[in-house]
Nanobody, 129 residues
Framework: QVQLIESGGGLVQAGGSLRLSCAAS????????MGWFRQAPGKERELVAA???????YYADSVKGRFTISRDNAKNMVDLQMNSLKPEDTAVYYC???????????????????????WGQGTQVTVSS
């Protein structure tokens, strides 16, 4: 079972930036797509960004142009750079690994939390107005 450990959350003013990192255990990191989800109080957990095994990316409309997902297969890391943060970005952010290996795109349909099988513990991001 893969372990995912997030870091980098915190409190930031609106317009500021944060970088989230996720470190994964195991030898199969490069074979799986990775995603960043977030969950605000009283809301469903939603996919914010994903990156496939081939490096193609997906972004939710609400974060396009502001967030960037990247992966480093040599270091078993996936990052989420968040710029121009808004109060509505406030949530717990989770790193997750796809259930299915070798997925090459996340743009063919909407991907739900049920499509991802391994999760980190979450990191709080709070954006003040």
């Amino acid at each position: 079972q893969v372990q995912l450990i997030e870091s980098g959350g915190g409190l930031v003013q609106a317009g500021g930036s944060l970088r989230l990192s996720c470190a994964a255990s195991g030898r199969t990191f490069s074979s799986y797509g990775m995603g960043w989800f977030r969950q605000a109080p009283g809301k469903e957990r939603e996919l914010v960004a994903a990156i496939s095994t081939s490096g193609t990316t997906y972004y939710a409309d609400s974060v396009k142009g502001r967030f960037t997902i990247s992966r480093d297969n040599a270091k078993n890391m996936v990052d989420l750079q968040m710029n121009s943060l808004k109060p509505e970005d406030t949530a717990v952010y989770y790193c997750a690994r796809d259930r299915a290996p070798y997925r090459t795109t996340y743009s063919d349909r909407y991907y739900y939390k049920s499509d991802f099988g391994s999760w980190g513990q979450g990191t709080q991001v709070t954006v003040s107005s």
